[in-house]
């Protein structure tokens, strides 16, 4: 979780602590007004749990501050814009956030990205996407929409073929040997990798393994045009925009990149990797 995140947590709590003293209540007296724990109120209050617009909207009447409504839910929306949790975010489907993408990425010129241990969503087949989605369904317990997901992850990827658009992709060679679906299909998907490598809107690079680094795999990321930092972990998806944060992961990425290798020995390392999936 982003320290931004936390912080701004811990203002929100400490403001409801505000509204609450001016009113004269302890914590107790306004937890038995919303018939609540206590405890909720006090973690709320110390920033430990993060809280939902109805439970905004019920602290805002309990304290008959109506008024400060708009206020709180404004700093709520700033936390959810920083930190997206993924049962919240798939809690419309995937179809919903693959559209989201979509605008995310139409809006964008230049993408800079690194995967350790997937195939980047541009870059998937329908079978290798619905293996992933399936996972994340179960991993969740988000709506299995799958089909709707796939599609709208498919129809993404025209964005590659747009004009005056950038895709840096590097990838850990790990991603390349990670069976997210059957053995034909891993096959598939390698090729189709393959095939990425000769589109004029797109530099594909292979970090190898036992290469010389300064870096750890640790996590995947995707830099939109220098300005945001989209970071996917395994509860959460984290959007960095200050500059500190920009700057350092494209200093990451650009470590990354001079490990990796390209064209056409980019191209026999995604093949020999794909034999390990034909061989009978």
Known sequence: MSTDF???????????????????????????????????????????????????????NALEATGVLSELKGRLRGLETAYRSWKRHLAAGHRAVQEASALREAQTKTIHVFESGIIPGLFQTPEYARGVLADVSDRIGSPRDIEAGVRARMQRQEVLYRPGRHFH?????????????????MAAQLDRLCGVIGLDT???????FGVRTHFSPKHGFWIMDERLVVVETWNAELWLDSTDDVALYRRIWNLMAASAIYEHKAHRLITRARDQFTRP
Not at 202 to 208: A, C, E, R, S, Y
């Open 169 to 185: 992709a590097l990838i850990w060679e790990g991603a390349l040997h990670v069976a997210r679906c059957a053995p034909e299909a």
């Open 202 to 208: 797109v530099t594909l690079g292979v970090i190898p």
């Open 6 to 60: 936390q912080q701004g947590r811990r203002n929100l709590g400490a403001r409801l602590r505000e509204l609450r003293t001016e009113a004269g209540l302890t914590g107790k007296q306004l937890a038995a007004r919303l018939g609540w724990q206590p405890s909720k109120v006090s973690r709320l209050e110390n920033g430990r749990q993060t809280a939902t617009v109805a439970d905004l909207e019920a602290w805002a």
